[in-house]
């Protein structure tokens, strides 16, 4: 290996259109390009405390419990779901898209028993579909998605909280893609567990997992307790339910190592540290609100734009994610062609799709840094011309001027 | 909460000189700034193979499965154990220290039938004292730690490969702590696996963990195959063994992920991959055992400093670690005192120790980026002066003549 043919890293620039991972706002990179501080350090225990109060807000809850996973957002899911099921566990599963699976996939690596009910790709469950399902299955824990990118769906969750309460039920859901950019109101939807992502709404790298969790998943935690040799004393008491079968995703050690005692488990991922903190500043400084409120002007107009193209959408309008569109391919059209001449002629991405829907529908974001009107109107100019060329008519001027009008339309709001 | 009340970070300026997490690389901060690229960009995609191949050359290994873990060093460690270990495997851990209780514990966590030996703190094992426990044991794995910052101790590891293959065994090693400060040679030491992290002699934040697998772990952990449903096509098969009980660290997976396949797992942590990719750069420009040798020059200056402060040390200087030194802290001297001083009025970090150590040494680094003659010069310094504020007596200009004094022996060379 010859050194000299590695040059110090040049990205090339990319407008990032997908599902996500999208731009990082240039504030978030450039927080991580800080000198790093010790782990004990009171300037970086401060910093962590902050980091759990800022993201109160971003999960609109009163938890203690808040605070980051050093991994990507599936190792919070994966935190939250090995610290929470015990091998035999029933849980149960609402599985409209690809990251149903996933979580299906994990809560099986949990050993848990696994119930899942499905409704076609593009749809999402009513409260009463769920409810039937807990009456029959009576499970431990209910997970779910609430924004599938994989089909672009939101699935509704203010209801579910009653239902869970009224049969005993833990009720989790899987936030990576929707946080930041559609309402989750953890506290009021008596949530027990959320797991985000950065790349997404949130407007960072991937690379950390903010989770929040209740007082009732906390008491099941720390009914599995263990303290590590090395660093075990007399005053540790081991829980008395079965251990979590994870050191690195224990959410008992990690709290341990959050909350006062500061015990020490992992080392903290600094710079990951510094992203997601000033992420979470950068959105309560606009105001959650008016962020989703952004993700669903860019999203709508974007929405516009593609109809006006001429393109077909994919799925439920009324239950579409503000922060992800999919748009059909359309017959004779080469959806990878289309991708790689974006990509390659306009340095900008769109997503592709997974299982049923490969090759079938492009996915397009308009999330975090990326969902503002030059990205809209960028993306729809560059996949019409795109399109023209490959010889699919549209309208001259349609769909950048739907886009301009719905953009005016609320302007007067 | 007040929004104005989280201002834009400003970590104050530290020097931090304990066990690790050490100052960055200027130049490892600066590469973790660059904008994001989605996951499938071929520009995404060659840097991820030229971290592989990089790190092949920080490993000294031939390894095609030479890859990262999204999550700090002992996602590295977890990811290894947990794609290796299958419940009911016996395995052995030599213990000399904290980090060989941890691997206990990640071991138990697989469920694995864990045996042990130990010394004491401060020693570390010959190979016979190894061998015959692995004659004993009948391991399927043995689990060693090279360099534990816990005691200070290096344990000699490059004959212990012979007898791992002539008992059948498979050889894993935690280098977090010493890789790029200390020889390691993974193909000639048959090494079967070795994990790292980026914040001790690697220069980075912590966030990733380099790992690599011999062909002989590979194929272990390919027998335990599984490929998630929502991306599992007809041509998957499933593995004849059981299991991984996680999906995050299921190194099948991820080796599917940087492999051609490239099969969706994680999103890879573009920033976190862009700090390896620029330490194991720097490391490799430099020439992996010139950094090696800067390591044990700036170890052995800062410990002929200490010796000539009057001050003891820990443990067997024949095996210490090149990049961290244990220091007893002197009768009548209050250990967090100096510290507190030495972090508050020079703004300088030395570490404290675990277990049975705790109160009884400072842990000194010189690793990474702090490997420097100026770092070890104003350690010397503030460390002689604090302990002269607190009536402690030392021989005044004594400590840094010795460092001197070692550093133009050396030049001489």
Redesign the interface.
């Known amino acids: 290996?010859e050194?000299s043919q590695?040059p110090?890293?040049?990205?090339?620039?990319?407008l990032?259109m997908?599902p996500?991972?999208?731009?990082?706002d240039?504030?978030v990179?450039?927080?991580?390009?800080?000198?790093?501080?010790?782990?004990y350090?009171p300037?970086?225990t401060h910093?962590m405390n902050?980091v759990m109060?800022?993201y109160?807000?971003v999960f609109r809850s009163q938890n203690r419990w808040t605070m980051l996973i050093?991994?990507?957002?599936?190792?919070g899911i994966?935190a939250i779901l090995?610290s929470a099921i015990r091998p035999g566990d029933k849980v149960l599963v609402p599985v409209f898209?690809?990251?149903g699976?996933?979580l299906?996939?994990?809560a099986r690596?949990?050993?848990a028993d696994v119930h899942t009910i499905e409704v076609p790709w593009g749809e999402v469950f009513t409260p009463d579909q769920i409810e039937d399902a807990i009456k029959r299955v009576r499970p431990r824990l209910l997970l779910t998605v609430q924004g599938d990118t994989?089909t672009t769906m939101l699935q509704p969750l203010a209801a579910l909280g009653d239902i869970c309460r009224r049969y005993d039920v833990l009720f989790y859901t899987d936030a990576t893609a929707s946080l930041g950019g559609n309402t989750l109101e953890t506290d009021a939807w008596q949530l027990d567990a959320v797991s985000a992502?950065m790349?997404k709404c949130l407007g960072g790298?991937?690379?950390?997992s903010p989770v929040t969790l209740s007082e009732r998943i906390v008491d099941v935690i720390r009914h599995r307790r263990r303290v590590?040799?090395?660093?075990r004393t007399e005053a540790h008491r081991d829980g008395s339910d079965e251990?979590?079968?994870?050191?690195?995703?224990?959410l008992g050690m990690i709290m341990d190592y959050w909350g006062p005692e500061r015990l020490?488990?992992?080392?903290?991922?600094?710079?990951?540290l510094?992203?997601a903190?000033?992420c979470a500043?950068l959105i309560?400084?606009e105001g959650l609100d008016n962020g989703i409120t952004r993700h669903k002007l860019h999203g709508d107009a974007l929405l516009h734009g593609i109809q006006a193209m001429g393109l077909e959408t994919f799925g439920d309008l009324k239950h579409k994610m503000n922060n992800v569109l999919g748009v059909v391919i359309p017959q004779g059209i080469n959806g990878e062609q289309v991708r790689k001449l974006m990509?390659e002629d306009f340095a900008i991405?769109i997503g592709t799709s997974?299982?049923p829907l490969h090759g079938k529908i492009w996915r397009i974001g308009t999330m975090g840094y990326n969902a503002r009107k030059d990205c809209v109107m960028t993306t729809l100019s560059a996949l019409e011309s795109v399109l023209n060329y490959l010889k699919f008519p549209t309208t001259q001027g349609a769909a950048m001027q739907a886009a301009w009008d719905h953009y005016c339309a609320m302007d007067r709001h």
Chains 1, 2 share one sequence.
């Not at 790298?205 to 950390?208: N, V, Y």
């Not at 251990?243 to 224990?250: E, G, L, R, V």
């Not at 020490?264 to 990951?272: C, F, I, V």
């Open positions: 290996m050194i590695f110090q890293i040049n990205p090339p620039h990319r990032l997908g996500g991972p999208v731009n990082a240039p504030r990179l450039r927080a991580m390009s800080y000198q790093l501080l010790g782990q350090d300037a970086m910093y902050e109060a800022l109160r807000g050093d991994g990507t957002s599936r190792a994966e090995l898209g690809r990251f699976h996933l299906c996939e994990i690596r949990c050993r994989s992502g790349q790298p991937s690379g950390t590590e040799e090395g660093i251990m979590i079968y994870s050191n690195y995703f224990d020490n488990h992992h080392t903290e991922a600094t710079s990951a510094f992203s903190r000033e500043r309560l400084q990509l991405e997974f299982g």
